[in-house]
């Protein structure tokens, strides 16, 4: 698919380019962010060079991942982006600038993400079921992933790795029919 980008109210969300290396570096030394995401720590200024070009162009051209780095202001606040992408679903992943946390951007940023994703071609991939995954006690996410209108599915225990160790890992999913308001999560209370 040919890289594009996404428009909401207050951002823009555009596939990550080389001019994004020193910020996508910066925001990926947050310890939290590193606890959190799946990434290389520690994180080198090579990982994100890889990141933003060779990683983002072949995944765009081969349809696996589609990434899109979250604007504010003309800032990179954030990465958004659908993954795993195949038989009609694809797994939701984000993360934030810790400058830009708690500010409800990225509820926005996904749910421009989601609209795409679920939207029949050709305006969008009409998938038929979004996942989204956390690493149990990441309740940032999870508060994110239930605004958004997941559905908790529940913990797989040890069910994910990160770094060569295991952890709990919770899970949930939106069909395109679901209701997209607020859910019920028990793990939230």
């Known amino acids: 698919m040919e890289k594009l980008s996404l428009q909401t109210e207050n951002l823009e969300l555009v596939p990550p380019a080389a001019d994004d290396v ?3 570096f910066a925001a990926c030394q947050d310890p939290e962010t590193q606890n959190w995401v799946p990434i290389p720590v520690p994180y080198l200024h090579e990982h994100a060079i890889e990141y ?3 990683h983002t162009d072949k995944t765009w051209d081969e349809g696996t991942e589609y990434t899109w780095t979250i604007r ?8 958004v982006g659908l993954y795993r992408v195949g038989n009609g679903s694809a797994d ?3 993360w934030m600038d810790p400058a830009f ?11 421009a993400v989601l609209d795409f994703a679920l939207a029949e ?7 038929a079921r979004i996942g989204w ?5 990441n309740f940032g996410s999870a508060r994110v992933a239930q605004k958004l209108g997941f559905h908790f599915e529940g913990t797989a225990r040890l069910g994910a790795a990160l770094r060569g160790q295991l952890r709990d890992d919770w899970a949930g999913s939106l069909l395109p029919g679901d209701d997209r308001t607020m859910q019920p999560w028990s793990i939230l209370g």
């Open 52 to 54: 933003v070009t060779t």
């Open 101 to 111: 946390r708690g500010q409800g951007l990225l509820t926005e940023a996904c749910t």
């Open 22 to 24: 020193d910020a996508v």
């Open 92 to 94: 939701l992943g984000f």
């Open 72 to 79: 504010s202001a003309g800032t990179l606040a954030g990465v």
């Open 133 to 137: 995954n956390a690493y149990a006690g």
């Open 121 to 127: 071609a050709p305006a969008g991939l009409g998938l």
